[in-house]
């Protein structure tokens, strides 16, 4: 049989619970088209390991949806004695001595991990340039963007490499690659999956979040790795989403932010975004346009507030334990010195750069706390208009993807994540969903709720998919 | 030329909880180097804090014994910098909101008290242990994640003096709150002194040096006074003190630069995104304060009031165990009685018998010192039954009964010392001319009517006190 990893993800199931494949077939399935692959969407091929456990799950029976199914993680996600890069010098050889809590969870399913993704240097850039392993090309087009930070693992999925990946989603990395290369990703509510494991880069705004060929996988994805963790202070303990019963039993009231239609927007995305809102009237849901003033923030707020994390999040390289270190040096100034300045890539040393000046004793008022004040304003807004309405509906990026290696100025580089941040920043969560192509480029919209209705957020989104047969 | 000295003191005291601040490891001192480990305290990629509510229990106490205000709305607080101890590149610490603020300790100075006011005291973690061997150095991640409480007072010390007694205070308050063993000899309490002098009619006080490092709390005191003829001498010769880092050499007996600060520590304070708010409500105080033990200065004062000696207050106060048991055993006992065999017998058999007073069962112990109180039998009596309970013997009660039956009681002996003056006339004659040597003839005489069975010590006191009513 070919192609069984193209097929949908109930029918591979079947196919495994009525025995006519074994695990070990999909495991070489994937192999064979990541080595011909030429996308660079890898940075890692977990060959042996998965087939060995393939071999492992022959004996068991077929207990659940997952079962045996391979799974490709962003390369961000710590997996135990498999190194963990994330797309760093820096990172090259390590080789980490635990599993993130996702991977764990990922585990208990007999789910298969197949491989670690390319990506942004420790997800700083949203092209997936920055990566040391070199640049990840969009499968729709190899001179063309697959957006980033998760590239590899939205470029895997939308190649049909493989059905499922993680990515993770700072201020748009899941859902804006997503949108660039026509799949789907959820970056969950802040605190509904475990961060445990997950190399932070922004650790108030980063979730792990499921890239999935279609809506209805996402949620299924997402059941396995959301739930409460002990391991994460900032874990929500809330009751665990589960993927059942995702149909709406009314129609939703939508807010369109004027914002995210506005000057900023790129033709190209609105031609496809207006004539699905207007499809979406026609479903019956009432669209209305709102004001939220903040939005045009978004930015600014995250250029202080993840880049100052960040600039505290990566200060443990310092090559001493792990990670580069350089062979010669005078003394321990020196050595972190020559660690930081090898180890780390451009994108990542000007970042940290910033976060450090923002929080320096003379700019911490004037630029982080009064950050930390615009966030809660913008978050006050957003929930205000969770009071009136039921969902959020935006283009997932304000343009479609673009060519590898324009070259753009440091700070546009955040542009891509214009309509993604704000959903970071408030904790809200945010689904990407392809709803059509301009030319060949695929659109993406965004899809938010209130607080923990990724529920919602799905049963509108399985509707929407429906109606648009994509 | 007069000077004033101004000393501000910081202490690091580590908390005794079972496991580390932000990790499950162990929190033990004096295991193998990097035991008691795990992936948090090394700090690895991906890996996020923990918060140990013992810790915040214990610290919580220390700030109400302190007589601090409680930020019951508490952050934790991340401080950036480099160094090869430090796993992370930042400590988890308190900047904001620490757990207790604005509070006072008070000591007794020259029979006077005097207020030492607390600034502030906030929870933080511990870095490694860096071991130093020729040109390498070697990192114990052990301590690393431990947690501390950092207490800084406001500056009110004035001299070497002043600084010993509030350490010495913070010292046992720390210790009955059970909260940390402070040793400083194993690194579970540090001190460092920020000592500024100036000229009296100066109003501003002159640059701030801090002394790091000091192996003792007398050694604080040494180097206190160090720092004051250094800078006095500086000051006199026309020099300027400079803001810079010290630490104290034992063997010098002197101070010894260490850097000076050209520039300010930046450490770019940011609140710790990895952990939220925490909120203390009144209960958990509450629940903090009830758990409290009686503290020594409120021991101090009972003591006093029920009549305790001022030399057996201090002995029974420094040992938190003693203390401990006496208070346990107060409501059942003669408290003067008790004080005294507390501090001679009992100290005295427990050092020779290398055992603790919370070996000793209570009940045998509280009928012991009761039979004593009551006269039924004496000192010596009480020493050797005293030693049997040290040893395991249950049946304590019948011992005394046993002892007992052999002994006077009170009545009978005064009886008895009345008919022995009566028929000595002629002695009794002698004593009222003051010849006191008459009184070694009626001891004879008692002990010799009693067989023995009376306590010498007791019959004495008698024996005075008759020949005083009929002298």
């Excluded at chain 2, 948090?40 to 610290?59: H, Q």
Aim: proline share 4%; net charge negative; glycine share 6%.
């Amino acid at each position: 049989m070919k192609n069984i990893l193209n097929l949908k993800l109930t029918e591979i199931n079947e196919l495994l619970k009525e025995k006519k494949i074994k695990p070990i077939d999909l495991v070489n399935e994937f192999e064979e088209k990541a080595l011909s692959s030429s996308l660079n969407a890898f940075i890692t091929l977990n060959i042996e390991a998965a087939k060995k456990r393939a071999i492992e799950l022959e004996g068991k029976e077929v207990d659940n949806l997952f079962f045996g199914i391979p799974i490709v993680l962003k390369d961000n996600i710590s997996t135990k004695n498999l190194k963990t890069t994330c797309a760093s010098k820096m990172l090259e050889d390590y080789i980490p001595i635990f599993d993130a809590n996702v991977v764990e969870k990922m585990e208990q399913k007999n789910m298969i991990i197949v491989g670690k993704t390319n990506m942004d240097e420790f997800a700083m850039g949203g092209t997936g340039e920055t990566s040391y392993f070199g640049a990840t090309k969009n499968p729709i087009d190899e001179t063309l963007v697959p957006g980033g930070s998760s590239s590899g693992s939205a470029v895997a999925v939308a190649a049909g490499i493989v059905p499922f990946a993680l990515g993770s989603d700072t201020g748009g990395s899941v859902r804006q690659p997503a949108a660039f290369c026509g799949v789907v990703g959820l970056k969950p509510t802040y605190g509904r999956v475990s961060r445990f494991g997950l190399i932070a880069f922004g650790s108030s705004l980063d979730q792990i979040g499921p890239i999935t060929r279609d809506v209805t996988e996402n949620a299924h994805l997402f059941e396995v790795i959301n739930g409460f963790s002990k391991d994460d202070y900032t874990s929500a303990d809330v009751e665990k989403f589960e993927a059942k019963d995702l149909k709406l039993n009314k129609k939703l009231k939508v807010a369109v932010p004027k914002f995210c239609v506005g000057e900023n927007i790129n033709d190209e995305v609105l031609s496809v975004f207006l004539p699905t809102l207007e499809k979406i009237k026609k479903m019956g849901h009432q669209v209305d346009y709102v004001e939220i003033p903040f939005l045009k923030y978004s930015i600014p707020l995250y250029q202080v507030i993840a880049l100052a994390e960040a600039s505290s999040n990566l200060a443990r390289f310092d090559g001493l334990k792990y990670g580069y270190s350089p062979n010669q040096y005078d003394n321990f100034d020196d050595f972190v010195t020559k660690s930081r300045s090898v180890g780390f890539g451009a994108e990542v040393k000007r970042r940290m750069m910033v976060g450090t000046y923002v929080l320096s004793s003379e700019n911490v008022d004037i630029y982080y706390k009064k950050a930390l004040q615009v966030r809660q304003e913008l978050t006050n807004e957003l929930n205000s208009v969770y009071k009136n309405y039921d969902i959020i509906l935006s283009p997932a990026t304000p343009t479609a993807a673009f060519p590898l290696g324009e070259k753009r100025k440091p700070n546009e580089a955040f542009f891509d994540d214009l309509l993604t941040i704000p959903f970071n920043m408030s904790g809200h969560p945010s689904l990407s969903m392809p709803i059509g192509k301009c030319g060949i480029k695929p659109i993406g919209m965004q899809v938010s709720s209130n607080y923990f209705e990724e529920k919602k957020i799905y049963s509108f989104a399985i509707e929407l998919e429906k109606e648009l047969g994509v | 030329m007069m000077f004033e000295t101004i000393v501000g003191i910081e202490i690091h005291a580590e908390l005794k909880t079972k496991n580390k601040m932000f990790s499950p490891a162990l929190n033990e001192f004096g295991s193998a180097p990097n035991k008691n480990v795990s992936v948090i305290d090394l700090g690895l990629p991906g890996t996020l804090p923990k918060i140990n509510y013992e810790a915040i229990e214990m610290a919580l106490k220390a700030a109400l014994a302190l007589n601090c205000k409680i930020n019951k709305k508490m952050q934790f607080d991340r401080k950036n910098y480099f160094y090869p101890d430090l796993p992370k590149g930042y400590q988890i610490t308190q900047n904001e909101t620490p757990i207790g603020y604005d509070g006072f300790v008070e000591i007794e100075v020259d029979g006077e008290t005097k207020k030492i006011n607390i600034e502030r005291i906030h929870i933080e973690e511990d870095t490694c242990k860096s071991l130093h061997e020729g040109d390498e150095t070697y990192l114990d991640y052990n301590r690393a994640g431990v947690p501390l409480i950092e207490i800084v007072t406001k500056p009110d010390i004035k001299n070497d003096k002043e600084a010993i007694l509030y350490l010495e205070k913070i010292r046992e308050i720390l210790l009955y709150l059970d909260v940390s063993d402070v040793k400083i000899e194993e690194g579970s309490m540090r001190c460092e002194a920020n000592v500024s002098i100036k000229k009296k009619e100066d109003l501003k006080l002159g640059n701030k040096v801090e002394v790091k490092n000091i192996g003792s709390i007398s050694n604080v005191g040494k180097a206190i006074l160090f720092e004051e003829k250094r800078q006095e001498k500086l000051i006199l010769s026309g020099e300027e003190i400079v803001t810079e880092t010290r630490r104290y050499d034992e063997k010098l007996g002197e101070t010894v630069l260490m850097r000076i600060k050209e520039t300010k520590n930046d450490y770019r304070y940011f609140p710790e995104p990895d952990l939220s708010i925490i909120m203390l409500s009144d209960s958990h105080i509450e629940k903090a304060k009830k758990e409290m033990p009686l503290l020594p200065d409120e021991m101090r004062k009972k003591f006093t009031l029920d009549g305790i000696s001022e030399i057996n207050i201090k002995t029974i106060v420094a040992s938190r165990e003693l203390s401990g048991y006496f208070l346990e055993i107060y409501e059942q006992v003669d408290v003067i009685e008790t004080s005294k065999i507390l501090t001679s017998v009992v100290l005295k058999q427990l050092n020779k018998n290398r055992k603790e007073i919370n070996e000793i069962d209570k009940e045998g112990f509280v009928k012991l010192v009761n039979a004593r109180s009551d006269k039924k039998i004496s000192s010596d009596q009480l020493e050797a039954m005293f030693v049997k309970l040290l040893n395991g013997e249950k049946n304590i009660e019948e011992q005394i009964e046993n002892e007992k039956s052999d002994m006077l009681t009170s009545q009978d002996l005064e009886k008895l010392i009345i008919t022995i003056i009566e028929q000595n006339q002629d002695s009794l004659d002698k004593y009222k001319s003051g010849d006191e040597r008459v009184l070694k003839h009626f001891m004879g005489l008692i002990m010799k009517e009693t067989k023995g069975k009376v306590d010498p010590k007791e019959a004495n006191k008698q024996l005075l006190e008759l020949l005083s009513k009929l002298a």
